[in-house]
């Protein structure tokens, strides 16, 4: 979620294989950085009511601004329109025997397993397997390139930077099995996705924060690092005695949006991080920066990624929770295009409010100021306190399925 710089009051949101750079398995081979708070929730967790009321406040506590509708004007009721017509869209058909099943915890071991069903079921023609970066208790960051690695065009999709936002995973991967399935027959937009697949190569990182979405979910035990371990037990007893939680140890880790060092990621990205005063000093399960810019493994990976020389044409970050999207910061050098793929996303999603987000130090933010900069928005998935039950996410695949051919199409516009 966005952190404390926009805030709404909203109720209800292991396996050791190694594995080269490019992974063939079984052949060769939070959101943003704001937190949905309210004035009568516990600090940091999200919770809480506002005398029934929704509240949404920037970072100087000001009601915020609802940008759906400014900017160049896009036709999207036309867009929309020339979807529904195109009889193949492959929104409208289903994968069958789906590989990738939803489940209430949908975990780092799971998704392995599954990205090994893919290549299996799909073969590796389409589907490319990489590992971008290694966590801080030793888990691969996965990456699966769909589409013409070659083409001139690519796309990021991304999820999990927070820990306790693991149904987004879950997201993104039944959005690669889509891609998969239906890249011969469907289209999007009235265009083959073979066509479109030929000329943009979509980037899917579901799974950014494993060990922070392993300690969500297990516990403890989950992290295999005995240092790692005491430090995060440090954590709970600083945030203990700060009056930062009041929740027994068990609950507390699964609020987690850390990753396993208490570095809230999405606070660690170079993106005016020395100036950022709104987080919290100590390891903690959430707000903290690090002790420096782009200090953790898995930020270095994402960074990695996007300055590998690829002509990066979007990206779509999914944090939970709230319905909204966060498309804009001030000296936002890509603003134009940022607000037209959320405008788009907004009407594919069904109305999801776009924001502007002040701050700085998330994935969002660097993108938008770094000098090759990157046209992106963070999606707020889901309606129920983190980490959302499994009833919420049919109306999150729902209103999120088509979020990569979107970015992908998008892509060739620009």
Known sequence: ??????????????????????????????????????????????????????????????????????????NLEGEKEQQAQSGSDYTSMTVENPVVQPVEKYSYEQMKTDLEALQKRYGTAHMKVNTIGTSA?????????????????????????????????????????????????????????????NQVAVHFVPMTNPDGVALSQFGLEAIGSADLKERIQSCYASDLAAGRTTLDFDTYLTRWKANARGVDLNYNFDARWSSLSDGW???????????????????????????????????????????????????????AKSQHLAQLVSAATGGYQMLYSGGGGGFKDWLQLKDNAVPNVTVETGKAECPMPLSEFENVWKENRSGWALLADFALLY
Request: aromatic share 8%; proline share 4%.
């Open 1 to 74: 979620m966005r952190r404390n710089r926009i805030y709404a009051a909203v109720m209800g949101c292991f396996l050791s294989l190694t594995i080269p750079s490019a992974v063939a398995f079984g052949e060769s081979q939070g959101t943003e950085t704001a937190a949905y708070e309210t004035e009568t929730s516990e600090p940091g967790t999200g919770m809480g009511t506002s005398n029934g009321s929704t509240i949404i406040r920037d970072s100087q506590g000001g009601q915020g601004k609802d940008y759906s509708q400014i900017g160049p004007g896009v």
């Open 137 to 197: 208790d030793g888990r691969n960051i996965y990456e699966i390139v769909v589409g013409n690695q070659s083409a001139g065009r690519h796309v990021l999709i991304q999820g999990a930077m927070h820990a306790r936002e693991y149904m987004n995973p879950l997201l993104i991967m039944k959005q690669v099995e889509d891609a998969l399935a239906f890249y011969d027959t469907g289209s999007y937009n009235g265009r083959k996705l073979s066509d479109l697949l």
């Open 281 to 335: 000093m100590l390891p903690s399960y959430t707000a903290y920066k690090g002790i420096g810019p782009v200090s953790e493994p898995e930020t270095q990976a994402l960074v990695n990624l996007m300055n590998n020389g690829l002509t990066w044409k979007g990206a779509i970050s999914y944090h939970s929770m709230g319905n909204v999207i966060y498309w804009d910061i001030e000296g936002n050098k890509e603003k």
